[in-house]
């Protein structure tokens, strides 16, 4: 089931268009990474998810309904941009405050639960605006859980933190995900982290969606390849793909063709030399997943 | 809509702004209730008269002072203060004279508001707000509820804390009937809370704290219809619309329920306004992203 349904999703600030023909799809129990360049459209997207910003065009559901439903219903739990706190009022304050707004029943209990998740129970009694960096983005993302939300929308809660801060709120994350089944979008610039949690992928570049891809897809692709560039790549990457039919081809927009899974290079230039086809570079590339990433943010993907 | 008022009353209570105003109020309650009974009392008036009489200054003085003394028009003002008094000071009179006329109680509610609306914006708690409560006309309600019970609050405190000055320092009050009194106060709490909700508007239109604080003095001092009593002088036969205005409505109020403008009148005036910022208001919430 689909969590999170956006088709032809479009936000338009002005004659800017933000956001743009915006299509995404997050299962139930996924963690998404929501990946793209500053300015790309992930904080309009989240915010049109969380039912704060009203799109221009296209529609999305949450759990089958308007985000804004979703959101009466306390079925989504939003930190977007910053924790929003009131930095004067302390922790168990902040808390509280929206707490009664959600209409709980406990609130006090539900307070405490959450201090304790998050690891500030000792801070509860604390001015937020004493808070560190990691600190507060815990207290935001107790925030976000008030209420238990099924989903929660995670905008860059990374960001400002020390490696040591973002690894704890990573394991919070996962936390949520494995034992109370949340499902979460996460957006983050710190791609080490987001891929040793996300389930799922989607990348976004200058407000269209480029591609949504699984975990072990994304696995897959930063395996290491062979890239090679031939004289007539066309006819390179018939020749390819018929003697290696098992092996992943792509060709690229330069010309150039990758070949995952595995290939032997020797056998790859002789098999090209049989036909008569110039190879005028071969080698072996090992690729990160930023690498990966950076090139989908920046570049037109062609699988 | 209740989980929002419960949510605020818990903010007012355990945030610092709401104490900070009201122990402003009670300070200036004091020092202007107390003011009144030192320049109305027949002794002072009397160095007064000697000082005026001898050109020189008497007693302490705290600000910009003139190196002759007091003047013709010091003396006139404390005498006409002191007639007040002799033919019978109301607690309306009293209570208009330091809070109303000068636009005190409604510049200080609508800085309150402005704070109170404008840092849910700009902390970002917003957010939280909205993602459980997307129904904007709720909030709004739920606003405006708080802004009258404000009103109110404040108006009770300028009220009491200002008749409690004025019984210990002895100052002679003419007391009104009750249900003047009372009309009179619901009069005045009308016409703060209409301050209040076009101060409210002015933060939902811009999401900015500085700019609702200038907005709502700007409209609580009285330089709007000040601006428009100016421009009204090029038109004599439209003159009487600088009458429907919330700051011609409140200095009426400073003289009591005799003042120029009639209940009625005054009532309709702050109705009106509070309507049209209410109705600007749910537009403008429903229209603009969080």
């Known amino acids: 089931m689909n969590v999170v349904e956006a088709c032809g999703?479009?936000?338009?600030?002005?004659?800017?268009?933000?956001v743009d023909h915006f299509d995404m799809h997050v299962d139930q129990g996924d963690i998404?990474?929501?990946?793209?360049?500053?300015?790309?459209?992930?904080?309009?997207?989240?915010?049109?998810?969380?039912?704060?910003?009203?799109?221009?065009?296209?529609?999305?559901h949450v759990f089958g309904t308007s985000p804004r439903e979703a959101g009466a219903s306390r079925r989504i739990g939003v930190l977007i941009e910053q924790p929003g706190l009131y930095g004067s009022m302390t922790a168990v304050d902040?808390?509280?405050?929206?707490?009664?707004?959600?209409?709980?029943?406990?609130?006090?209990?539900?307070?405490?639960?959450?201090?304790?998740?998050?690891?500030?129970?000792?801070?509860?009694?604390?001015?937020?605006?004493?808070?560190?960096?990691?600190?507060?983005?815990?207290?935001?993302?107790?925030?976000?859980?008030?209420?238990?939300?099924?989903?929660?929308?995670?905008?860059?809660?990374?960001?400002?933190?020390?490696?040591?801060?973002?690894?704890?709120?990573?394991?919070?994350?996962?936390?949520l995900n494995e034992e109370r089944g949340v499902t979460v979008v996460v957006s983050s610039h710190v791609l080490e982290q987001l891929g040793k949690m996300a389930t799922r992928y989607g990348v976004i570049r200058e407000g269209r969606m480029v591609r949504e891809l699984t975990a072990a897809e994304v696995d897959q692709e930063c395996s290491d390849f062979?890239?090679?560039?031939?004289?007539?790549?066309?006819?390179?990457?018939?020749?390819?793909?018929?003697?290696?039919?098992?092996?992943?081809?792509?060709?690229?927009?330069?010309?150039a063709i990758r070949i995952y899974g595995g290939a032997d290079a020797g056998e790859v230039g002789s098999a090209l030399n049989e036909q008569g086809i110039a190879v005028s570079a071969l080698f072996t590339h090992r690729r990160d997943l930023e690498e990966f990433f950076v090139e989908m943010m920046g570049a037109e993907y062609r699988g | 809509m209740a989980n929002i008022l419960r949510m605020d009353l818990y903010r007012l209570v355990h945030g610092k702004s709401l104490w900070i105003f009201l122990g402003i109020i009670v300070v200036l309650a004091a020092a202007g209730a107390g003011t009144m009974a030192v320049i109305t009392d027949p002794t002072f008036l009397e160095s007064m008269k000697v000082s005026y009489t001898n050109g020189a200054p008497a007693g302490v003085n705290i600000g910009f002072t003139s190196p002759s003394g007091p003047d013709a028009d010091d003396l006139l003002q404390?005498?006409?203060?002191?007639?007040?008094?002799?033919?019978?000071?109301?607690?309306?009179?009293?209570?208009?004279?330091?809070?109303?006329g000068g636009g005190g109680l409604s510049s200080l509610f609508a800085v309150f508001v402005a704070i109170f609306l404008a840092t849910e914006f700009e902390s970002g708690f917003s957010k939280n707000v909205f993602t459980v409560q997307p129904n904007r006309l709720a909030f709004l309600g739920a606003r405006f509820l708080e802004i009258a019970i404000l009103a109110a609050v404040f108006t009770a405190l300028i009220v009491v804390a200002t008749l409690a000055t004025a019984a210990v320092a002895g100052l002679?009050?003419?007391?009104?009937?009750?249900?003047?009194?009372?009309?009179?106060?619901?009069?005045?709490?009308?016409?703060?809370?209409?301050?209040?909700?076009?101060?409210?508007?002015?933060?939902?239109?811009?999401?900015?704290?500085?700019?609702?604080?200038?907005?709502?003095i700007v409209l609580a001092a009285g330089l709007v219809t000040l601006a428009l009593q100016s421009v009204l002088l090029l038109f004599p036969s439209a003159s009487f619309l600088a009458d429907f205005t919330l700051s011609s409505c409140m200095s009426s109020l400073s003289l009591g329920l005799a003042g120029p403008l009639g209940v009625p009148h005054i009532a309709l005036v702050c109705a009106a306004f509070i309507i049209v910022a209410a109705a600007a208001s749910a537009v403008v919430l429903q229209r603009k992203d969080v």
């Open chain 1, 9 to 18: 999703l479009t936000k338009t600030f002005g004659g800017k268009t933000a």
């Open chain 1, 32 to 60: 998404y990474g929501f990946v793209g360049r500053n300015g790309a459209g992930k904080t309009t997207v989240m915010r049109m998810l969380a039912g704060l910003a009203a799109p221009t065009g296209g529609e999305a």
């Open chain 1, 94 to 175: 902040n808390l509280m405050m929206k707490a009664l707004a959600l209409g709980l029943v406990d609130p006090k209990a539900a307070v405490q639960d959450l201090l304790a998740f998050v690891g500030l129970e000792g801070a509860g009694s604390k001015k937020a605006k004493t808070f560190s960096m990691g600190m507060k983005q815990r207290l935001g993302l107790a925030l976000a859980l008030l209420g238990e939300p099924d989903l929660l929308l995670l905008d860059e809660p990374l960001n400002g933190l020390d490696p040591e801060g973002a690894r704890e709120i990573r394991q919070l994350i996962v936390r």
């Open chain 1, 226 to 255: 062979l890239q090679l560039e031939a004289a007539n790549p066309t006819l390179a990457l018939a020749v390819l793909q018929e003697r290696f039919g098992a092996l992943n081809l792509q060709a690229l927009p330069d010309g």
């Open chain 2, 78 to 100: 404390a005498n006409a203060l002191a007639g007040l008094v002799a033919q019978g000071l109301t607690p309306e009179a009293l209570i208009g004279n330091v809070f109303l």
């Open chain 2, 172 to 216: 002679p009050l003419i007391m009104s009937p009750l249900p003047d009194l009372l009309l009179w106060t619901a009069l005045v709490v009308l016409a703060a809370t209409g301050f209040g909700m076009l101060t409210a508007l002015a933060v939902w239109v811009t999401r900015k704290m500085a700019a609702g604080i200038v907005i709502g």
